[in-house]
């Protein structure tokens, strides 16, 4: 089983990967940073030697360097799933954030997305098999103070979500939105939050996992998932 992760150096990315890896499966990593990126590589190489894990630096807001991350992975077989995971998060407010805040969020949150599952769309479909899975939020669900041009990207993933399961029922492939709360990764570092107030990327990591070992005929439409004490 072939598993294609982006956004995968580190977080809820890295968790996810560590997860597959450990039940055998083989690995097509990206992320921007080189050294985070091959350094995870290495790592999970230690841990999970019976699994083939190989990446490739990628900067999924450039669709140049997305459409030739997709040839790679296309040239090493037909993916089994992919998690659309690579996403940033610049918090503001749509009245005064930077000119370009939304341009900037939208390439990495919606437009990699949309470009990368396109490019692997065909050879999944001709499997007649698949799972995609993509990193909304809770953000996409409602808004919230200081979400600004954030919230509006992960509104249009929730919509791009929606759309591509309706068009994926009859070729075998199952869509999975997996919208969440606040989950310790690189957006919290430094925030002096409690680590037992937020999710832990584990937590993300075995509940995708688990969505993976249904039958065929049984598909996981949406994962919401928050801390136990509520949003932050």
Known sequence: MKVVITGASKGIGKAI??????????????SRGEYDLYQTVADLQTHYPQANIVAQVADMQQPTSVSAFADWVLSQ???DILVNNAGQFIQGNISDEPA???????EINLYSAYHL??????????????HIFNMCSIASLRAYPN?????ITKYALAGFNAN?????????IKVTGVYLGATMSASWEGAG???????????VANMMFAATQLS???????????????DL
């Open 17 to 30: 990967a560590n997860k597959f890896a450990a039940a055998g499966y083989d690995l097509y990593l990206c």
């Open 77 to 79: 077989g037909t993916p």
């Open 100 to 106: 370009g805040t939304l341009h900037q969020l939208m």
């Open 117 to 130: 599952t396109r490019a692997l769309l065909p050879a999944m479909k001709a499997n007649g098999k698949g």
């Open 147 to 151: 979400g600004g041009s954030y919230g």
């Open 164 to 172: 591509l399961r309706e068009e994926m029922k009859p070729h075998g």
């Open 193 to 203: 939050i409690n680590p037992d107030r937020i999710m832990q990327a584990d937590d």
């Open 216 to 230: 065929a005929a049984a598909v996981v439409e949406d994962i919401v998932m928050r801390p136990q004490l509520g």
